[in-house]
């Protein structure tokens, strides 16, 4: 009966891990899933920007300003609800992830060691995700339609510039668009992805533990 008793609850572990390394799988897959779609959004909004508007809005924004705003502005709204959606798609496969870790068989100081880092790790990816899609693509859309505003000091008789100087759009320098800036986005990936190589070495670990069960169980 003890033998019996043993082998079902063996059998309970290897099932229990089996669902817990697919729902991790899954859950990864999504993860880099949804920053692969950021990137190549990103890419296209920046190629489109500069082949094809950086050249004309100032023709359409002439012709009729009030449309070209609507047109950013529902290009934007867009985005946002996009990036809702990608909320939401990160967040459904970590619950079930974390449902099929907690009523696992394992100890519970292991339980709370693998949420925890799987609910840290989905935090960096969604929040930085979220941040990018925040802060950089509405000041892209904003760049497009805006007119850049100079300032000079000029004497009142003679109308000439006595203070500063007008700075062109071709002189100013806004490196905080530069790509090389973009690495503030990249960092919290990487250190993200430290932390699934971390929970998947825990996996075979655990993996490794049922099997040497396993097998002291089959040679008694």
């Given at each position: 009966?003890?033998?019996?008793?043993?082998?079902?609850?063996?059998?309970?572990?290897?099932?229990?891990?089996?669902?817990?390394?697919?729902?991790?799988?899954?859950?990864?897959?999504?993860?880099?899933?949804?920053l692969f779609l950021y990137i190549?959004?990103?890419?296209?909004?920046?190629?489109?920007?500069?082949?094809?508007?950086?050249?004309?809005?100032?023709?359409?924004?002439?012709?009729?300003?009030?449309?070209?705003?609507?047109?950013?502005?529902?290009?934007?709204?867009?985005?946002?609800?996009?990036?809702?959606i990608v909320t939401s798609y990160?967040?459904?496969?970590?619950?079930?992830?974390?449902?099929?870790?907690?009523?696992?068989?394992?100890?519970?100081?292991?339980?709370?060691?693998?949420?925890?880092?799987?609910?840290?790790?989905?935090?960096?990816?969604?929040?930085?995700?979220?941040?990018?899609?925040?802060?950089?693509?509405?000041?892209?859309?904003?760049?497009?339609i805006n007119t850049p505003r100079?300032?000079?000091?000029?004497?009142?008789?003679?109308?000439?510039?006595?203070?500063?100087?007008?700075?062109?759009?071709?002189?100013?320098?806004?490196?905080?668009?530069?790509?090389?800036?973009?690495?503030?986005?990249?960092?919290?990936?990487?250190?993200?992805?430290?932390?699934?190589?971390?929970?998947?070495?825990?996996?075979?670990?655990?993996?490794?533990?049922?099997?040497?069960?396993?097998?002291?169980?089959?040679?008694?």
């Amino acid at each position: 009966m003890d033998k019996d008793r043993q082998q079902k609850e063996l059998r309970e572990k290897k099932t229990a891990f089996d669902e817990i390394r697919d729902k991790f799988k899954n859950w990864r897959f999504n993860m880099y899933l949804c920053l692969f779609l950021y990137i190549i959004f990103f890419v296209s909004v920046q190629g489109i920007n500069k082949l094809l508007i950086e050249n004309n809005v100032g023709r359409w924004l002439e012709k009729n300003q009030y449309v070209v705003v609507f047109i950013a502005a529902t290009i934007l709204g867009i985005c946002f609800i996009a990036d809702s959606i990608v909320t939401s798609y990160l967040k459904t496969p970590l619950q079930r992830l974390a449902l099929k870790i907690d009523i696992s068989p394992m100890k519970d100081k292991e339980k709370s060691e693998m949420m925890r880092l799987t609910q840290e790790t989905n935090e960096l990816f969604k929040e930085t995700l979220k941040k990018f899609g925040i802060l950089v693509i509405p000041a892209i859309i904003a760049s497009v339609i805006n007119t850049p505003r100079t300032m000079k000091v000029v004497d009142i008789e003679t109308g000439e510039n006595i203070i500063g100087r007008v700075v062109t759009d071709k002189e100013a320098q806004i490196r905080n668009e530069w790509t090389l800036f973009y690495i503030c986005y990249l960092i919290p990936i990487i250190f993200a992805t430290w932390r699934i190589i971390q929970f998947n070495k825990k996996l075979r670990k655990i993996e490794q533990r049922i099997l040497n069960e396993q097998k002291k169980h089959h040679g008694s």
